[in-house]
């Protein structure tokens, strides 16, 4: 895997800032009337290909020549990239203070990242569609979630690269995510999350440039043909596991995976007294054995649509 190295990425980073506005924001406007398509990236600090495509996109010219509407680039929390360690080296992390993709409807100014969303509000409130990209610490496959449920979204889902096409996943989060607050503001908006890739991918930043393209050209504010891509395999979600003891450990694997397979009656978790047993076939999403906190998500069970 060939990697994007932080101290470029840093010089990206101060390039992207040098012109964007006082939030963070780059924002071109075509002058001619149109939707207005918000891209988030490093919504999560650490998560760096989406400003990688972004500088792509900014020296291509791509965004000067819109055919109609606006488009903004929106740096979720580049405070969060910019942490240094006790030596003074660049120590990008996931958040400073909370998850900024979990803050979405929680009170209060008293985080840096309740002081982040309250600051970008004005622009997601702004959006039409937005598309806010995410990678994993881990590699893994490729996954769209779906917060809005309209049909140009499906249209949308359907024109970008992901081997998954996830729905009722993001309402099942403790703590609201970006998209789902921008779904939730207007039954017409477009609004997903594309999880591509391990953060220092160089492949995953070339797949965000793409899906952003795609993106922009289905809403029609550029005008690129593209052929269609791979089908994806469709998942609906159908439970979320919040685990209730910190020592719950899975039982069906010792390596759980995303999309592993679950069959009707096989054990799936032992949480405290009880033992969790599938009910139907099914495949498990984002297991997770790093828990910290009774009452978080330990994984979700999906169906094939
Ligand atoms: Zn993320």
């Known amino acids: 895997m060939n990697t994007l190295d932080p101290l470029h990425t840093h010089s990206l980073l101060q390039r992207f800032l040098s012109d964007a506005d006082a939030l963070g924001v780059r924002t071109y406007d075509s002058g001619r009337p149109g939707p207005h398509i918000g891209i988030v990236a490093m919504t999560h600090g650490n998560e760096i290909g989406g400003l990688h495509a972004f500088m792509r996109l900014i020296d291509e010219g791509t965004l000067s020549s819109l055919a109609c509407g606006r488009v903004s680039l929106i740096l ?15 120590s990008p992390q996931r958040y400073i203070d909370e998850d900024l993709n979990r803050v979405w409807d929680a009170p209060g100014t008293h985080t840096h990242e309740r002081r982040r969303r309250d600051a970008i509000r004005s622009v997601i409130d702004e959006c039409d569609a937005l598309l806010d990209l995410h990678s994993t610490s881990e590699p893994s496959r490729s996954m769209i979630f779906l917060a809005s449920k309209n049909e140009q979204t499906k249209h949308i889902a359907d024109m970008l690269h992901a081997e998954f096409l996830i729905s009722d996943i ?7 995510p970006l998209v789902e607050y921008h779904a939730r503001l207007d039954s ?38 593209f052929s269609p891509p791979p089908l994806k395999k469709r998942l609906r979600v159908f439970h979320c596991h919040y685990v209730q003891t910190l020592d719950a450990e899975y039982l069906y694997t010792l390596t759980p995976a995303s999309f592993d397979r679950i069959e009707a009656g096989q054990s799936i978790v032992r949480d405290g007294e009880r033992v969790f047993v599938a009910d139907r076939n099914s495949l498990i999403v984002m297991p997770t054995r790093a828990i910290s906190a009774v009452g978080e998500e330990m994984h979700y069970l999906a169906c094939e649509e």
């Open 76 to 90: 979720g929390h580049p405070d969060a990239f910019l942490l240094r360690d006790s030596s003074w080296r660049l």
């Open 170 to 176: 993001l309402s099942r989060l403790i703590g609201m």
């Open 188 to 225: 017409s908006h477009v609004s997903l999350v594309i999880e591509w890739g391990q953060h220092y991918d160089e492949a995953c930043a070339e797949t965000m440039y793409e899906n952003i393209l795609r993106f922009l050209s289905g809403m029609g504010v550029i005008s690129r043909e």
